[in-house]
């Protein structure tokens, strides 16, 4: 994979990490209407009353702005090659690479396609979760392609 490649992947990173909030909110919202979608109140406490205040989904929103810049680190140094060291696309990753960083880099994208299923396992298979889950599509991808990119060569298995 050329250079200019791996920097575009790693810079659809950006789009991906702050859309992150809005499907953080988002997704318990259109499960709920799909799960609840032409019911009617009883009067009794059912399964679709939500009663919660969201805290959790307010925080996410500044909590991705003051992670973003280790994001960025992670995202340049997950698609960042050994051989371009010095060239001023990939100072945000430092020294850090696929390659010097075998196989912590790959662990951690690992883990976040957990993260991913944690939040994809409460969305519904239904037209209107579609673009949420286009979203979780798009990273699921973004990272897979992130871990073959930068596995170095000589631990490939061929």
């Excluded at 009353?49 to 280790?70: G, H, K, S, W």
Aim: glycine share 8%; charged share 15%; proline share 6%.
């Amino acid at each position: 994979m050329s250079e200019r490649q791996r920097f575009w992947l790693a810079s659809l990173g950006i789009p991906l990490w702050l859309g992150y909030p809005f499907a953080f909110w988002h997704g318990p919202i259109v499960a709920r209407n799909i799960r609840c979608a032409g019911r009617q109140f009883t009067g009794e406490f059912d399964d679709w009353v939500n009663d919660y205040i969201p805290v959790l989904e307010m925080l996410a929103f500044p909590v991705t702005l003051l992670l973003l810049l280790p994001f960025l680190r992670f995202a340049f140094a997950l698609y960042g090659s050994a051989d371009v060291k010095g060239v001023w696309r990939w100072k945000i990753a430092g020294r850090m690479n696929g390659y010097a960083c075998f196989p912590l880099l790959q662990l951690f994208a690992g883990m976040l396609l957990l993260w991913i299923a944690l939040h994809v396992r409460i969305l519904p298979v239904a037209p209107a979760a579609g673009l949420l889950w286009a979203y979780w599509l798009c990273w699921i991808v973004w990272l897979l392609i992130g871990i073959v990119v930068s596995w170095p060569s000589k631990y490939r298995f061929e």
